[in-house]
């Protein structure tokens, strides 16, 4: 044993156990790692799905007439942002329709709803302030709503005092100037509109262009739950108006003389302020009232609750010429997080595809009045805020299991590994003993004890001991065996040479046993065991006539006791490469192994076949097929078919024939046909 070797071993001893640690640390931190990077990634996969599906969303929203209203009107001045806005009148909101066919209530309310433009006031009440999106439908202002009202007072008509029935009190504020409506209801559910004058007094006729229907539905409508006496049964109360307004009037009679200036609408409808209240007959309290806190209907604004965190939506509207942007949106600010600045740069950092691609979806809204680019924009990086609470527990966890591997790594180092070591570099200076028989030398002086180390000592020293009584007994045994191999040998020896001389005549056949005999005898003799000595036998590899060969071994089957072999002749030289003895051995195994298991009265066909620089020599015999996982198991030692099934035979001819061939340079194979089985034995060509 080199002294390199034994100076080393306490290294090594610590090399290794140290390795493991290491190993096993970098294992963890790298687990934790991975597990972060699967997960960041599966964040990655779902905000891109969550982002495709919110863009679809907002375009669905935005393709919908509510989100078209939004888009026509993207920031209305003086829009109440909620229930319990302040008391600011209200704007005109442009339609994505036309018109409004307000003469049939239930198509204005319809049309009301589906625009998305009404209003939603206190006890249920709605108001919808609107015009159409063409200037061919007439400086018009559209008021469509509802409110709770009980039975309905009528106003006769001719008479002068229109506060002895229900009415609505209107009020527009323009650029041009200021309108004041007042509109009674007279029979067929008619709205009948009055001009105020300065005085406030209603002009003599009514304007025939100012059109409006109030309806009621037959059911009741529950009290309110603050009211404290029955007040009659109350009932939803729907109107439908029409309002001329004279500056809008005005633009669509110079659109209709320029039609090259035709824009629509033609001024802003923020500075066109509309201001409604229903009242009752001789009531000083307005049934309804614009001004009252209102929630607002859908707007652009609101699809920020629609935003992940790093995204952006801009809307554009597409001008022949130009683009002009309508609304940016960012969602809110996202929590700050407590997460220390190391963990939030490794989830940064760490690698997942295409993690710096950023989401964009650009979509176009067709509206009556243009086109609308809606672009969204998303940032997959924003989902790692998400991942850095997930950062923080598995570095606790991370944290803790290293702990754990360094106080474990310690105990070992200390109370192991010192003892080992000491352990170790005695075992590698023991040396075996010169005597005879050889003993294992080993000093366990002061290694043993109670501990696990000193009963490993204590057990080494018994184990050594029983080792070296049964090497001893091991050798006797091999001096006897190698000494009766040496017996064995010479006795059959003996009569062989006494053979060999009575058949000295090299005609005479039985040379070529003899021969033989003798080969097999010289092969074993002074070898341990059979199959050791069938490997380690030499063979001197010659040319043959492997045709005249195969003629000779068919001609003697029968006298081997061999019956029926039939040998297909090519009536030609065939030389090949091998050994003549052990070519006949191998060939005679094949032919013992198929005359065992060939069907009774069948015959044992040889034939030669030339492939390229290889003659292969094909054996076949009509019988049962080998079983296709033990093809190649027949030629190992100590296999065989007989022996199985309670037969004489040791399973070593096969074992031979492959031994044989290998030394020299050819090989054999087992193959099932339709009737039987075919060994296939390939030799060089000389």
Aim: proline share 6%; aromatic share 6%.
């Amino acid at each position: 044993m080199s002294g390199w070797w034994r100076g080393s071993v306490p290294l090594r001893l610590r090399v290794f156990f140290r390795g493991a640690f290491l190993l096993l640390t970098l294992a963890i931190v790298a687990l934790a790692l991975f597990g972060l990077r699967e997960e960041k990634q599966l964040s990655y996969r779902a905000y891109r799905d969550l982002f495709d599906r919110s863009s679809r969303q907002i375009d669905t929203r935005l393709q919908h007439p509510s989100g078209q209203l939004a888009l026509l009107n993207p920031a209305p001045a003086g829009m109440p942002a909620g229930a319990g806005a302040s008391a600011i009148p209200m704007h005109p909101l442009l339609l994505p329709y036309s018109a409004i066919d307000f003469a049939d209530g239930s198509k204005a309310q319809q049309t009301a709803e589906m625009a998305g433009c009404l209003m939603q006031y206190p006890d249920g009440a709605q108001l919808c302030v609107a015009v159409g999106n063409r200037a061919s439908a007439g400086g018009f202002v559209y008021l469509i709503g509802s409110f709770a009202a009980g039975e309905l007072g009528i106003h006769t008509r001719g008479n002068r005092n229109l506060t002895g029935a229900h009415r609505l009190s209107i009020d527009i504020s323009e650029p041009g100037g200021y309108e004041r409506w007042i509109a009674p209801l007279e029979p067929d559910d008619r709205l009948t509109g009055f001009r105020m004058d300065a005085s406030d007094m209603p002009a003599r006729r009514p304007d025939r262009e100012f059109r409006g229907w109030l309806w009621q539905d037959r059911r009741c409508l529950p009290l309110p739950t603050d009211s404290a006496s029955n007040s009659g049964c109350r009932r939803r109360t729907y109107f439908s108006v029409r309002v001329p307004v004279s500056d809008l009037a005005a633009a669509v009679a110079s659109a209709d003389a320029d039609r090259s200036t035709r824009a629509w609408p033609p001024l802003e409808l923020s500075r066109i302020t509309v201001h409604i209240r229903a009242l009752g007959p001789d009531a000083t309290q307005p049934l309804f009232d614009s001004a009252a806190g209102a929630t607002a209907p859908f707007a652009l604004a609101d699809l920020k609750a629609q935003l992940l965190p790093g995204e952006s939506l801009t809307i554009r509207r597409l001008l022949p010429d130009r683009s002009r942007e309508v609304a940016a949106l960012l969602p809110d600010a996202a929590p700050t997080t407590t997460t220390a600045y190391p963990l939030r740069e490794l989830v940064s950092r760490l690698p997942v595809p295409d993690d710096d691609t950023i989401l964009a979806n650009r979509q176009l809204i067709t509206t009556p009045v243009g086109v609308f680019e809606v672009f969204l924009e998303g940032d997959p990086h924003s989902t790692d805020l998400a991942l850095y609470p997930l950062a923080r527990r598995l570095a606790l966890f991370v944290a803790a299991i290293l702990v754990a591997i360094a106080l474990t790594w310690a105990a070992i180092e200390l109370r192991i590994i010192r003892r080992v070591t000491l352990l170790t570099r005695r075992a590698a200076a023991f040396e075996l003993a010169s005597g005879s028989p050889r003993a294992l030398q080993l000093d366990l002086n002061g290694l043993t004890g109670g501990d696990e180390v000193g009963l490993l000592a204590g057990v080494l020293s018994d184990l050594l001991r029983r080792i070296n009584d049964d090497t001893r007994r091991e050798q006797l045994r091999v001096e006897q065996e190698k000494t009766l191999w040496h017996a064995v040998g010479h006795e059959i020896m003996s009569p062989l040479q006494s053979l060999a001389a009575l058949h000295a005549n090299t005609q005479d056949p039985s040379v070529r046993y003899i021969e033989r005999m003798r080969q097999a005898v010289r092969v074993l003799y002074g070898s341990a065991s059979p199959s050791d000595a069938f490997l380690c036998a030499s063979l001197r590899v010659q040319t043959l006539d492997a045709d005249a060969f195969l003629r000779m071994i068919a001609d003697n089957a029968a006298d081997a006791g061999i019956a029926a072999v039939q040998f297909e002749s090519r009536r030609q030289p065939v030389i090949v490469r091998a050994e003549e003895y052990a070519l006949e051995d191998v060939v005679t195994h094949v032919l013992s192994n198929a005359d065992r298991h060939r069907v009774a009265g069948t015959s044992i066909r040889m034939a030669l076949t030339i492939v390229g620089q290889i003659t292969e020599l094909r054996i076949h015999n009509q019988g049962p097929q080998i079983a296709p996982d033990r093809l190649q198991k027949v030629f190992d030692y100590g296999v065989s078919e007989a022996a199985g099934r309670g037969g004489q035979h040791r399973g070593q001819g096969l074992f031979v024939a492959r031994t044989y061939m290998a030394k020299m340079g050819g090989t054999i194979d087992a193959e099932n046909v339709d009737d039987g089985v075919e060994f296939v034995l390939r030799l060089a060509a000389a």
